[in-house]
C-alpha cells in the first residue's frame, strides 16, 4: 500500500520510514493477472527478446520445434514459436506427483530429427526440463535448447 501527504503521519513509524517506490519493474511476470496487486504502476519487461536473440546468433539451420514443457505453457511456447519462422509445436505431457516432483509422461507432437527449444518462464529444481529433454532426445530430437527467464534453481 503507497500512502502519501498527511495519512502517511497515522502510519507507525516502521511504515512511515519506508520509502515506497512510485514505480517498479518486473521481468516475466507468472501470470499478468500478478500486475493487478501492485498500487503503484509496474513496467512489465519481457524476456522473449533476449532469449530470441540468443537463438538467432546460434545459427541453427535444422528444423526447429518450439517445446512446452508442460500443458500451462502452451501459449508462451506458440508465441515464441509464431516469432520463430511459425515454427511447430510439441507439449510434453507431466503429472505432478507432489511439491517439485513431476513425471513426464507422453510428447505431444514430433520432434524426430528436429531442434527442440524448451520454452519455460521458472526453472526451480529442474526437474521437469531435464525429464522433457530426455524424452525429447529419446524421440529422436537432434539437440535440445531450454530458455527460461527466471533461473531460481534451488537444487531440491
Known amino acids: 500500500m503507497h500512502v ?3 495519512q502517511r503521519d497515522l502510519l507507525p513509524l516502521s511504515f512511515r520510514t519506508l520509502d515506497m517506490p512510485e514505480q517498479t519493474e518486473r521481468c516475466d511476470m507468472h501470470s499478468a493477472q500478478a500486475l493487478g496487486y501492485f498500487d ?3 513496467d ?8 530470441l536473440d540468443y537463438l538467432a546468433s546460434k545459427t541453427i539451420s535444422k ?6 514443457p508442460d500443458v500451462g505453457g502452451v501459449v508462451r511456447a506458440r508465441a515464441f514459436a509464431k516469432k520463430l519462422s511459425d515454427a511447430p509445436l510439441a507439449i510434453v505431457d507431466k503429472r505432478r ?3 517439485n516432483l513431476s513425471e513426464v509422461m507422453h510428447l505431444i507432437g514430433d520432434v524426430k530429427g528436429k531442434v527442440a527449444i524448451m520454452v519455460d518462464d521458472m526453472i526451480d529444481t529442474a526437474g ?6 530426455a524424452l525429447l532426445k529419446q524421440e529422436g530430437a ?3 535448447y531450454a530458455c527460461c527467464t527466471h533461473a531460481v534453481l534451488s537444487m531440491q
Open 40 to 42: 503503484i504502476p509496474v
Open 63 to 68: 528444423d526447429l520445434v518450439v517445446v512446452s
Open 142 to 144: 537432434e539437440a535440445v
Open 4 to 6: 502519501g501527504g498527511p
Open 44 to 51: 512489465h519487461i519481457y524476456g522473449q527478446p533476449v532469449i
Open 97 to 99: 506427483q507432489g511439491h
Open 128 to 133: 521437469t526440463i531435464t525429464s522433457g529433454a
